[in-house]
């Protein structure tokens, strides 16, 4: 059937709204009773100015329709629906793009009035899904702390700061996930004065900012404006802007929108009658069914649209089925980059087959998926802390690095019988793999090197954080990067730090002095893949033609990139070697005079010195990148 796409999404207004009177309509399902419409003067208390009993449509037994006279811009309104003869409570309904404070009722906005001076000429910058550094980043994180100098703390605002766009310049990432940024539950916008923090995985209104980052929750204008200042201040910088979303679940049932106005439809329910928790959240959405999968068509669209979002992260895609993320490939201009946790959190009541998992990854063209095989084979095992891998010097993880170096492609120098989880290559392409070693989920690097690595210094932390961003940053998969890493972050030692308060959660820019050696060497390393299309070559056939690995050793994992033919590459005979032993090592590499990029935690794409062929000395816990 074709795609019913009610007329208010459209109208981009919440409602569809004109200055003499506003449309509104709400999808129930069949059995529903009666449908109310109230309209406030306020986003939250008072009482309502008009209450309209809304019309079923004659030929579509699910939409009811209302139409209020008058001019409603800046009122708020409700949806209250009745089935079995009791009404099931007031709610903005599943479609609404402006709310009051903590989203309780929709507001009528007139969207083009938020648009930013300029936001006409606003366009997405144009990076090819190979090209792309991804930066991971919660607003609170980033900002909140004294060191940041910013001034809008906590904010969208503080992206559009000159210090945070100098910074992400400065390291040379070129797009920026942001953790959930739309309106969610856990973070009450009436108290913004008092610490309060989440990671904001609790979805309530899907097609609105989160009130929380705004500098007036109360005003719905104000969270939209500053979302698009944001936005566009990014681009300026050259920076995309990806979305983490999350429709995976929502943060309760019996409150949640859908379940307001649609009950029962939009959760996936096991054979006894219980609700299925695939999320481990206590509920999993049902994207096969028609009206979840094109709430999450038109949602992304949406904030592609209003937004000019560059991408989206999907938590828990793996939760979804293969063809809604299908359809949502299909729907998005093909410059939107689309990835996400190809897993779940739990079983799901659709066949596992159907799954949009990340083993179903070649299914899904377009798509990619986190590697937890790379940043597993690097830090350690997920259900361990104390577990260390390839950097605390364990042996075993050298064919699980390797797949990640090659973006999870088939490649002749993988032997996947011995890779950690993935036993086969499941990306087609390797801008199909995000590569890894650390996310916002989990220990950051330094906590986990502390946890796994008996004894560690220091000094052998900074040598392990820059040895395991090297590997991910000559990985031939989409790099990934967690905010803070590049200023040595630790979260004292907490593990899920999704409602810790800001003492462990927020960055610390001082570390920028503290510790210098770690942004140079991001940056030099960033720069380095940037210049050199040899370790991004995003074609799969290329990937397998031109890089080879070298013999394999114990903690030492080396490969070559012949660079010649590869489009726009400068260097002729690339190595890498990734080194996690406390000694030195040696690589054997053909005769000649190299020049050295990477050696002893320094890297320099424009180079350190020279080296000649032959038997190479590769020191302990580091990474050497020559080249001719
Ligand atoms: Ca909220």
């Not at 992400?168 to 797009?175: C, D, E, P, R």
């Not at 409150?255 to 509920?283: E, H, I, V």
């Not at 597993?376 to 075993?396: I, T």
């Amino acid at each position: 059937m074709a795609l019913l796409v009610p007329q208010f999404l459209n109208a981009r207004t919440g409602v569809n709204y004109t200055p003499s009177a506003s449309a509104f309509t709400v999808e129930t399902n069949e059995d529903a009773q009666q449908v109310k419409l109230r309209i406030y003067n306020v986003g939250l208390g008072g009482k309502p100015v008009k209450t309209v009993n809304m019309k079923r449509d004659k030929a579509d037994p699910t939409l009811w329709q209302a139409s209020v006279k008058g001019d409603l811009n800046g009122k708020f309104y409700t949806f209250d629906v009745k089935y079995g003869g009791k009404f099931r409570g007031e709610c903005p309904g599943i479609w609404a793009t402006a709310v009051g404070v903590n989203g309780k009722r929709g507001a009528i906005v007139d969207l083009r009035g938020t648009d930013p001076q300029g936001w006409n000429a606003d366009r997405r910058p144009s990076i090819p899904a190979s090209d792309l550094i991804i930066y991971e980043m919660h607003h609170r994180d980033f900002s909140i702390d004294a060191s940041s100098g910013l001034v809008n703390k906590g904010k969208f605002l503080a992206l559009t700061e000159p210090r945070a766009i100098a910074h992400l310049k400065a390291l040379g990432v070129n797009a920026v996930h942001i953790l959930p940024s739309f309106d969610y539950a856990s973070v009450d916008e009436t108290r913004l004065g008092e610490p309060q923090y989440n990671w904001g995985y609790d979805p309530v209104n899907y097609n609105v900012p989160e009130g929380g980052y705004s500098t007036d929750p109360y005003k719905p204008e104000v969270r939209i404006n500053e979302f698009k200042q944001m936005v566009q201040a990014l681009h300026r910088a050259g920076i995309k802007v990806i979305l983490d979303v999350v429709y995976n679940h929502t943060w309760n049932i019996d409150g949640s929108n859908f379940q307001l106005t649609r009950p029962d439809y939009f959760y996936r329910k096991n054979a006894d009658g219980t609700y299925s928790n695939g999320s481990g959240c206590g509920n999993e959405t049902a994207s096969e069914r028609e009206a979840m999968r094109r709430y999450m068509v038109e949602s992304v669209k949406y904030w592609v649209d209003e937004y000019h979002i560059d991408g989206f992260r999907f938590d828990l895609m793996g939760v979804h089925d293969i063809a809604t993320m299908n359809a949502i490939r299909q729907a998005l201009p093909s410059d939107i980059f689309i990835y996400g946790e190809g897993w779940s959190a739990g079983s799901c009541a659709i066949p596992g087959e159907q799954l949009a998992m990340k083993a179903h990854i070649s299914q899904m063209p377009g798509i990619a998926a986190f590697s937890d095989c790379m940043r597993d084979a690097l830090r350690g095992p997920w259900d361990s802390d104390s577990k260390a891998a390839f950097l605390g010097g364990v042996k075993g993880n050298e064919e699980s690095l390797k797949f990640g170096i090659v973006g999870a492609i088939q490649h002749p120098g993988v032997d996947y019988s011995k890779v950690n989880y993935s036993k086969e290559p499941y990306a087609t392409e390797p801008t199909q793999m995000i590569a890894y070693v650390s996310c916002h989920d989990d220990m950051c690097l330094v906590d986990r090197l502390k946890a796994s690595v008996k004894g560690i210094t220091t000094d052998e932390i900074i040598r392990l954080d820059l040895l395991a961003q090297t590997a991910v940053l000559t990985s031939q998969g989409v790099p990934f990067i967690l905010s803070g890493e590049e200023m040595l972050r630790d979260k004292k030692g907490v593990h899920n730090s999704y409602e810790s308060p800001d003492s462990i959660n927020h960055l610390d820019w001082d570390n920028l002095e503290r510790y210098p050696q770690v942004m140079d060497y991001y940056q030099g390393l960033i720069a380095m893949r940037k210049a050199h299309p040899a370790f991004h070559m995003a074609s799969a056939q290329m990937v397998r033609e031109r890089l080879d690995f070298l013999p394999d050793q114990n903690c030492l994992v080396a490969f070559h990139i012949n660079g010649r033919g590869v489009p726009g590459e400068q260097w002729g005979d690339i190595y890498v070697a990734l080194n996690a032993n406390k000694r030195a090592r040696t690589i054997e590499v053909p005769e000649g005079t190299y020049t050295v990029v990477c050696r002893n935690i320094k890297c320099d794409p424009s180079g350190l010195t020279t080296v000649s062929g032959g038997r190479i000395t590769v020191p302990a816990q580091s990474a050497l990148i020559i080249h001719n």
